[in-house]
């Protein structure tokens, strides 16, 4: 049985995957006006961010730097930008 602490890495590296995945496909799916309406950075540059980040999330495994890169800016997505652009368009909050 491997030790706990690499145990622990490895479901959080597993668990962050989807994460990235999730705001890459929820980016791709949003109007390109939402975003400047929602005085967010434009639809272009947020996909390039998610998808650069699902990218480090998913090829990252052994580089806890890159990974953690990955995951900060998938979160920031889903934390700050997610809940204005689904509010510009007219979705609830949650």
Known sequence: MPPIDAL???ILYFAGIPVGLYAF???TLQRPDAFTAAD???KPKWLGI???AAAA???SFGFAILW????VAALVY???VKPAVTEVQGGSRW
Do not use: P
Request: zero cysteines.
């Open 8 to 10: 622990v890495y490895m």
């Open 25 to 27: 496909i929820h980016a």
């Open 40 to 42: 967010k950075l434009t």
């Open 50 to 52: 998610s998808g650069a």
């Open 57 to 59: 999330l998913v090829m």
């Open 68 to 71: 953690l890169a990955g995951l």
């Open 78 to 80: 889903i934390v700050d």
